[in-house]
């Protein structure tokens, strides 16, 4: 029986390759964890349903298959020593004194900056504000917007008196349309991007907005002010928790980050500095919005102390620093009896936990008792108190509140309050009792030990050791009243 060969593959015969699978992964659209799967909840920031799935390109190094590509070989970088010539960051300067305080003197070219603020709040005013300043001043200013069209850009440039202003405007949103746009000419010396949730680059597939685009896009943006020399400032929206829309790594991305702050009820607007790689940070430009756009505050205490009432119980002034400038603020509480079981805990402009710790050393080591009694506390004109040293002029507040008893309207507060009762010193008392002094303050309560406190206010100090000798001096103060 003949046995029938198996013909065998020639050499042109080959098998098929299998092509690679784009890999899905689920990033969170909170704080930008990757994560292999889809999950309700992320384990990184532990928010629900963030989770998105995005595709990519590949598994390999470079967008390319699994395995099939190596990195490339590293050159060699040259180093250098700690010293050397050193040359301050070149500066545009914008001409409003604010925005110029809050950036630490202008805009440095070739850098980043992040502008972030509720949605209505005054970020695209104030961009446009001063991209009308820079370029009247001869500058080029280029303005994209990709949430409002050219109209619409054009009306809030005529209600703002910029409508004359050489700034070059454009409505695009696709990242590779813009850098070619902007560089054809000359090289601009500021760029504005309106806002960066929501442009999209071709190099990710997802959605604008999303985590991956938001980097994509700000990496591309940022790429370019190095390269070219310009700056770059990319707005941001804020979520309801206070950060900025998209993924924290864009702040890590930039090299200045400024939040845009107000309440709606009132008509200033605060520009603070978060962070800054080429100025302080925690400095503030304060700003009230009015018919025509935005106009600075050159003496901020004064805007936050206009509508005082100096004889009303529960009130007082509190001496603090933002940055390098000292600002005054009045500190206003209301104790009443309460018909709850738990007494209401109300707080607005302060941390609610340090309330509390004040209220617990009032009663552990004053004998003033609130266990019965609703407090609530508030920063007039919507600012907000971050620095330790307001415990002092709040402790001062509860107390009066309290007595009913009204504290000196000429008289500044000011220190930390330790759980031991102590009162401890702070940073910068000479420059918080100075601009007390320019407003007609002529009293202090402050820290002891705080020295050189030459004429002047500081001639007129008290310096309690602790708590209770603050205590007892606003309630001896119904004894003088009495004998008068």
Known sequence: MAVKSIPMPTADCRLPVPMAKPRVQFICQSCGAVHARWAGKCDSCGEWNTLVEEGTQGGGIGGGPAGLRSPRKGRPVALTTLSGDIEDAPRIVSG??????ATGGGFVRGSALLVGGDPGIGKSTLLMQAAAALANRGHRIVYVSGEEAVAQVRLRAQRLGAASAPVELAAET????????????RRPDLVILDSIQTLWTDVADSAPGTVTQVRAAAQAVIRYAKSTGAAVVLV?????????AGPRVVEH???AVLYFEGEGGHHYRILRTVKNRFGPTDEIGVFEMSDKGLREVANPSE???????AAAPGAAVFAGMEGTRPVLVEVQALVAPSPLGTPRRAVVGWDSARLSMVLAVLEAHCGV???????????????????????????????????????????VYFGEISLSGAIRPVAHALQRLKE????????????????????????RAFQPETLADLVARIAGSRARRVED
């Open 174 to 185: 696709n990242v590779e349309d813009i850098l070619a746009t902007i560089a054809e000419g």
């Open 436 to 459: 007390a002094e320019k407003l007609g303050f002529a009293q202090a309560v402050l820290p002891p030990g705080t020295e050189d406190l030459g004429a002047g206010t500081a001639a």
């Open 369 to 411: 008792r609130f266990a019965t009694h609703d407090v609530y506390l508030n920063v007039a004109g919507g600012y907000r108190i971050s620095e330790p040293a307001a415990d002092l002029a709040v402790a001062a507040a509860l107390v009066s509140s309290l007595t009913g008893l009204a504290l000196p309207g000429d008289c």
């Open 236 to 244: 941001g929206h804020v979520t309801k928790e206070g950060q900025i």
């Open 96 to 101: 409003i004194g604010e925005l110029d305080r």
């Open 253 to 255: 991305m930039v090299d």
């Open 303 to 309: 805007l936050f102390l206009g509508e005082r009432h």
